[in-house]
């Protein structure tokens, strides 16, 4: 078995890994990401879509915000479409901020040509991940490269490898308390060539379910409708996905669409699910591998963000002044911000899904918290404070 050190093993290569890497890198602490998966995997997922101002701020800081800044589509408000009628939501007009649609496989490769760039450690195709000994003071992690056993023996340990990953269930049993709901739904969405509906984002409740007009650029269309949560992908041949698109639309809204053959088509289950604490002793738990969000409020990216911020400014701290305080807060600090965006989104998708074993009572509620929205700037705001992204 090679044996190697390093300061900060990173488990996970998706936008939580590469983004604390990044930093660490250029605070020169040393790190070796370890990704089960090849790079071309990484990079064929399509998932996020919006980044909160505090996202693009952050990588902006730390070198990767150059495409960001050219590419990026800066959106200042979204629309609401329920009753067949549209109604948008000022978001800047309300707090000053905007958010930035730029696609997280975007991200994921300014921070994979970034980190080639400086040189650091990946080791893709990295199988049986292990964290060991992260309780005491001597952390190590081993896997297995085409064949080869490895051993990186360390100080800290990063589980950056998502609600799939190997570093949450390496947690002693008990340890951890989760908390857990699943939506009875899921998401089909689908990518096009053709331009997007509306020059921002539009979620529809109708009485036929959610859809969402998303977008990657001006030529670009990403868009969404719920499905049960037992549809395959072949349940929705691309006519079908853009007929039932149009029927959950206002009128306005559905002439506008413009249809065309999907590329990418997937359906995604809907959960909240947050895991406490996030530290066990060395180990460290970031982004999807601690919580996981409904994307009807786009937080699941933007909250790995706000993770790595914390973790990597205690890491710096650890190695630059000798003092462990950002360490010892790094779980009460991230999951005082995790908790206010999993409430966000649980509330947008209680008030834009509909449920199958909803009431009538249910429904009236659900038209009443739609028609109060969009009536008081006090509810506007508070939508709009979250969306645009809570402070970190
Ligand atoms: P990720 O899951 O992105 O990355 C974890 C990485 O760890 C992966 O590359 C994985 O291969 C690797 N890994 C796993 N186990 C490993 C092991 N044992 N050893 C080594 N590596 C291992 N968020 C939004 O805001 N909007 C959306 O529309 C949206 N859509 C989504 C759709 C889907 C299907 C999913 C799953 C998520 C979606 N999300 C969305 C949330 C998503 O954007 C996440 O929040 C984001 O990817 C979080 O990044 P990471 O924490 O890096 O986790
Ligand atoms: C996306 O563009 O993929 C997207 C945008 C906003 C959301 C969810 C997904 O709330």
Request: net charge negative; charged share 20%; with cysteine.
């Amino acid at each position: 078995m090679s044996v190697t050190r390093t300061q900060v093993v990173i488990i996970g290569s998706g936008p939580s890994g590469l983004l604390l890497g990044q930093i660490l890198d250029r605070a020169g602490i040393d790190n070796i990401v370890l990704e089960r998966k090849s790079k071309d995997y990484v990079l064929a997922r399509v998932r996020a879509g919006v980044l909160e101002q505090g996202t693009v701020d952050l990588l902006t800081a730390v070198g990767v915000g150059e495409r960001l800044a050219q590419d990026g589509l800066v959106h200042h408000g979204i629309s609401l479409c329920f009753d067949s009628s549209l109604h948008r939501i000022d978001m800047t007009a309300l707090t000053g901020k905007a958010v930035t649609v730029y696609g997280q496989t975007e991200v994921t490769r300014d921070l994979m040509e970034a980190r080639e760039a400086y040189g650091a450690k990946t080791v893709y195709e990295a199988d049986q991940v292990t964290p060991h000994d992260f309780a005491g003071d001597r952390p190590r992690v081993t896997y297995v490269k085409d064949g080869v056993a490895h051993e990186i023996a360390c100080d800290f340990i990063a589980g950056c490898d998502g609600y799939h990953g190997v570093s949450r269930d390496s947690v002693p049993a008990g340890a951890l308390t989760t908390y857990e709901r699943i939506y009875p739904f899921g998401w089909l969405g689908i990518l096009a060539e053709v331009p997007p509906a509306d020059h921002e984002l539009i979620y529809a409740n109708s009485p036929r379910g959610f859809a969402l007009c998303s977008m990657r650029s001006t030529h670009r269309s990403r868009y969404y409708v719920q499905c049960p949560i037992d549809d395959r992908v072949e349940d929705w041949p691309d006519q079908r996905f853009w007929d039932e698109l149009r029927l959950r639309l206002d009128p306005v809204s559905a002439a506008r669409v413009t249809t065309g053959p999907s590329f990418e088509k997937s359906i995604a289950p809907l959960r909240s699910f947050v895991a406490e604490p996030l530290r066990f002793g060395r180990l460290f738990l970031v982004g999807d591998a601690a919580h996981i969000v409904p994307p009807t409020g786009a937080k699941g990216l933007n909250l790995a963000v706000s993770d790595v911020r914390y973790l990597s400014e205690a890491l710096i701290e650890h190695y630059g002044e000798q003092s462990d305080a950002g360490l010892d807060a790094y779980s009460g600090r991230a999951l005082g911000r995790i908790w206010k965006a999993v409430r966000f989104s649980w509330w947008m998708t209680t008030m834009l899904h509909r449920f199958p074993q909803a009431t009538s009572f249910d429904q009236r509620i659900q038209e009443a918290d739609l028609a109060y929205l969009v009536s008081s700037k006090a509810a506007m705001t508070s939508l709009s404070e979250n969306y645009v992204g809570l402070p970190h």
